[in-house]
């Protein structure tokens, strides 16, 4: 699903927003109808263009792939937050320059992309050409949200916000050549945001100012890989996610 405001994205809508889901047939009726109330009313505004887009996915070609472990770091404002979020990107071996010229280009946005901007963690160069759209992440899910609510309320955690970075996270680290992803919310509500690597999903508790509508996500990619395939995986492997249980984590 994905959501404007003021007409289509491409008719120059202002991005509300989007959700991907990857589930059984008898889900359906349910989670559109989920997914139209949250279009309509969401935090950044309602929406006046919805688009969804439902398609069969052979079970033979989803890839699982095992929940990230994750980790919370307490921050006192968005600007510690982002100092930490910088350290935690340079320990997973993104350059110096690509993590500072990465971090600004999501800084300096002026409106919301729909999807996210890959960047080469050498030099911070941005890789896809999309501009203002990005590379928007999908079909994956978890295989069970029965135990991934569970296991998010032994972590404690909640909420959807969680839930949905955590699941693209696990993807977007399982992609090839993707070396690590850094992301806040442009929810104006939600500050908490992320750094994510084969290392885990560190959320910091504050990546931006509250009631701010500017965030975004930047993937950070080792240099020489194939674009085209990383985008294929990105937006068309289905992923279903697995919650590691007792004794496996
Ligand atoms: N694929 C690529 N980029 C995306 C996708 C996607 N499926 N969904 C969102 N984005 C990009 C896009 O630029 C959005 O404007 C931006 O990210 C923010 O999206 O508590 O809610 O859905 O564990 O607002 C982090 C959770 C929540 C932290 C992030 O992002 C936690 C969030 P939002
Ligand atoms: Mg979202
Ligand atoms: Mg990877
Ligand atoms: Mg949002």
Request: overall charge neutral; glycine content about 10%; charged content about 25%.
């Amino acid at each position: 699903m994905r959501s404007a405001q003021g007409g289509a994205h491409e008719m120059g809508g202002r991005h509300i927003s989007g959700a991907e889901r990857l589930v059984v047939l008898q889900r359906l009726g349910k989670i559109t109808q989920d997914m139209l109330e949250r279009a309509f009313s969401h935090t950044r505004g309602s929406a006046d263009f919805v688009n969804i887009t439902i398609e069969a996915v052979p079970r033979e070609i989803v890839k699982p792939v095992r929940l990230l472990p994750t980790r919370t770091v307490d921050v006192l404002d968005f600007t510690a937050g982002r100092a930490a979020a910088k350290s935690e990107l340079l320990s997973i071996g993104v350059s110096n320059q690509a993590v500072e010229r990465g971090m600004e280009q999501l800084v300096k946005l002026t409106d919301s992309m729909r999807g996210a901007m890959l960047v080469c963690a050498k030099t911070g160069e941005r890789l896809d050409n999309t501009g203002m759209r990005g590379i928007r992440v999908s079909r994956m899910d978890s295989n069970d949200e029965d135990v991934l609510n569970q296991w998010m309320e032994c972590q404690g955690l909640q909420g959807i916000h969680a839930r949905e970075g955590m699941i693209l996270a696990t993807k977007v680290v399982s992609a090839p050549g993707v070396i690590a992803e850094l992301c806040w919310s442009d929810d104006p509500e939600y500050v908490t945001g992320y750094v994510a690597s084969v290392k885990g999903y560190i959320r910091f508790t504050k990546l931006k100012p509250y009631g701010s509508s500017l965030g975004g996500r930047v993937f950070f990619i080792r240099e020489n890989s194939n674009v085209a395939e990383l985008c294929k995986y990105l937006e068309k492997q289905p992923v279903l996610v697995t919650v590691p249980t007792e004794g496996e984590d």
